[in-house]
């Protein structure tokens, strides 16, 4: 079950309906799984914006392989095809990144509002934000939901990591960053 909430906002009460079980247990189960580092949770941002905002974690399936087979993905042709084709590259992405920025669990969250913004990865360090946005595309372009986030959570600079070759901006304060060159390109200055 928890392979299909991978890279969506964790509901327990839901998962305990499904299993008959308390929610409580269903706490338990999520929090073991993280301690063992098989899941990710990425905590909320939430702060007095005028806004209602998600106050769940994301959670994320660390590794894609145990992801795609709990998923049945036997290959590429069955994972291009299938629905969690994006969430399984969001989850990949966001641990390439966590991993070359050595981000720390205090400093990543994710943002959303129930009137639909939302933002993949927030970056908190000190009285800085940054913003990281996954895309399962060549050619990105600028969501209302990103300048959304631009604006509400004060962000330095947002930054759309993409599946094409190439960094370039897309505004002054928005980059595409081609995942491929995360390495180079992704700075958080």
Same mark, same amino acid.
């Given at each position: 079950?928890?392979? =299909?909430? =991978?890279?969506?906002?964790?509901?327990?009460?839901?998962?305990?309906?499904?299993?008959?079980?308390?929610?409580?247990?269903? !706490?338990?189960?999520?929090?073991? %799984?993280?301690?063992?580092?098989?899941?990710?949770?990425?905590?909320?941002?939430?702060?007095? %914006?005028?806004?209602?905002?998600? +106050?769940?974690?994301?959670?994320?399936?660390?590794?894609?392989?145990?992801? =795609?087979?709990?998923?049945?993905?036997?290959?590429?042709?069955?994972?291009?095809?299938? @629905?969690?084709?994006?969430?399984? *590259?969001?989850?990949?992405?966001?641990?390439?990144?966590?991993?070359?920025? /050595?981000?720390?669990? /205090?400093?990543?969250? &994710?943002?959303?509002?129930?009137?639909?913004?939302?933002?993949?990865?927030?970056?908190?360090?000190?009285? +800085?934000? *940054?913003?990281?946005?996954?895309?399962?595309? !060549?050619?990105?372009?600028?969501?209302?939901?990103?300048?959304?986030?631009? /604006?509400?959570?004060?962000?330095?600079?947002? &930054?759309?990591? =993409?599946?094409?070759?190439?960094?370039? @901006?897309?505004?002054?304060?928005?980059?595409?960053?081609?995942?491929?060159?995360?390495?180079?390109?992704?700075?958080?200055?």
């Amino acid at each position: 079950m928890v392979a =299909h909430y =991978h890279a969506q906002i964790w509901n327990g009460s839901e998962i305990a309906r499904s299993l008959a079980v308390g929610a409580t247990s269903v !706490a338990r189960y999520l929090d073991l %799984l993280t301690s063992a580092l098989v899941i990710d949770q990425l905590p909320p941002w939430f702060e007095n %914006l005028g806004k209602r905002q998600v +106050k769940s974690p994301k959670v994320y399936l660390r590794d894609s392989g145990i992801l =795609h087979t709990l998923l049945g993905i036997d290959d590429d042709s069955d994972l291009l095809g299938h @629905p969690k084709v994006g969430a399984s *590259w969001e989850g990949f992405a966001l641990q390439q990144v966590a991993s070359i920025l /050595e981000l720390r669990r /205090e400093e990543r969250f &994710f943002w959303a509002t129930h009137g639909g913004a939302e933002l993949d990865l927030l970056v908190v360090r000190g009285r +800085k934000r *940054w913003g990281v946005e996954f895309k399962l595309t !060549a050619q990105p372009a600028v969501t209302r939901s990103m300048t959304t986030a631009l /604006e509400d959570l004060r962000l330095r600079h947002l &930054f759309v990591v =993409h599946a094409g070759t190439d960094t370039f @901006p897309m505004t002054p304060k928005i980059s595409a960053v081609a995942l491929l060159r995360i390495a180079d390109d992704l700075r958080l200055e």
